[in-house]
């Protein structure tokens, strides 16, 4: 990974601390792109990523989320407010370190979550574009009222506690590398938290029945054979957004992690070259 500083940390707005790393371009650089990571994830699994975006001369940052990676805190358990708010001062601190460049952020899933609930809560966003990557508007699977139930009575009894909550490897990506290097990685978790769990689900319906407003250009990349989230719920979301630019991808026979499928270069030299298009 062609990081500068491995161990960086910022304060999120509550003052927790919070791991990132960053890659510099270099003086001649685009511009900077945040990324940030899904469910389960951690940025350093991004490291294809930043090589290539770096290659391509934009500065690559993003953070573990609260529950994730090395930041510290139990796994999993988070309140999603508080993952929106982390993202508003991580751009922050991306821009004071890059005070004269344009800043996008590439979501992913959870991360891709983040970023709409973001967006739509901040008025003018000081950012040039979003790029969303297999937003959960809608899941394949929904789980039954009686599931649902359970787990609001056990987020107000034990709402930290960690309950099983993952995917497996094989329904997320076609790459059986990546699908054997996610087996075996221990920053890797499948754990949630009920307060996570009812947070969540909140946000994905708010999310889902609104119409996001926003004033910087949108890419919204999905999954055809996505195994974990409904893609047409997120292309029909996309469809509703108020907005002067926004762009529609579907990425044939791909599975959900779409930044770590087969044919994953070619996409982010797509990402990249939308980027390049709005600076």
Same mark, same amino acid.
């Given at each position: 990974m062609t990081l500068v500083a491995r161990s960086c940390w910022f304060r999120g707005a509550d003052g927790t601390l919070l791991h990132f790393d960053v890659a510099d371009a270099g003086a001649a650089a685009r511009g900077a792109i945040v990324l940030l990571?899904?469910?389960?994830?951690? !940025?350093?699994?991004?490291?294809?990523?930043?090589?290539?975006? !770096?290659?391509?001369?934009?500065? =690559?940052? *993003?953070?573990?989320?609260?529950?994730?990676?090395?930041? @510290?805190?139990?796994?999993?358990d988070f309140d999603f407010q508080d993952l929106v708010a982390d993202l508003g001062r991580f751009v922050e601190v991306t821009r004071?370190?890059?005070?004269?460049?344009?800043?996008? !952020? /590439?979501?992913?899933?959870?991360?891709?979550? /983040? =970023?709409? /609930?973001?967006? *739509?809560? !901040?008025?003018r966003l000081p950012v040039k574009g979003l790029v969303l990557s297999g937003p959960p508007l809608g899941l394949v699977e929904e789980r039954p009222e009686?599931? $649902?139930w359970g787990i609001r009575l056990l987020a107000k009894l034990a709402p930290r506690v960690s309950l099983p909550r993952g995917t497996d490897p094989g329904r997320l990506t076609r790459d059986p590398?990546? $699908?054997?290097? =996610? #087996?075996?990685?221990?920053r890797i978790h499948r754990v949630m938290s009920p307060r996570a769990m009812v947070s969540t689900d909140r946000a994905m319906?708010?999310? $889902?029945? *609104?119409?996001?407003?926003?004033?910087? @250009?949108?890419?919204?990349l999905t999954a055809d054979d996505d195994r974990v989230v409904d893609?047409?719920?997120? $292309?029909?979301? =996309?469809r509703? /957004? #108020?907005?002067?630019?926004?762009?529609? #991808?579907?990425?044939?026979?791909?599975?959900h992690e779409l930044l770590n499928d087969l044919g994953r270069e070619a996409?982010?030299?797509?990402?990249?070259?939308?980027?390049?298009?709005?600076?």
């Open positions: 990571h899904g469910l389960g994830e951690y !940025v350093e699994k991004y490291r294809e990523w930043f090589d290539r975006a !770096v290659e391509r001369g934009w500065h =690559a940052t *993003g953070y573990d989320q609260r529950g994730h990676g090395d930041t @510290p805190g139990r796994r999993g004071d370190r890059y005070p004269d460049l344009p800043v996008f !952020v /590439v979501a992913h899933s959870l991360g891709a979550l /983040v =970023a709409i /609930v973001w967006s *739509g809560g !901040v008025g009686w599931y $649902r590398e990546r $699908r054997a290097a =996610a #087996e075996d990685d221990p319906e708010a999310a $889902r029945e *609104g119409t996001l407003q926003l004033d910087v @250009p949108l890419l919204v893609p047409e719920a997120a $292309r029909a979301w =996309a509703r /957004v #108020e907005a002067d630019d926004v762009t529609i #991808e579907r990425v044939p026979g791909a599975y996409l982010y030299d797509r990402i990249l070259e939308w980027c390049d298009d709005r600076t």
